[in-house]
């Protein structure tokens, strides 16, 4: 099991389907953040269970380190 602890950050997703897919290869249990997720589906499809506070579709960037570019 993994606990992603985001200090309640939403300004984007912090975890989705390729973490999971990630997660699933090293035989984690599951994820358990106070963050946002994206790509739900694709982490349905992964079938390790991920829980979190909500979706969100922003993800962060290279460039502004996980600021959300929306107003």
Known sequence: MLVVATNNFQGAA??????SM????KGMAGVVTDGMVRDV??????G???????PHPIVPSRTDRGKSTSP
């Open 41 to 46: 589906d694709g982490i349905c499809n992964v």
């Open 14 to 19: 912090t975890w989705g389907d390729l973490t």
């Open 22 to 25: 990630i997660a699933k290869a």
């Open 48 to 54: 390790v269970p991920v829980f979190a506070r909500a």
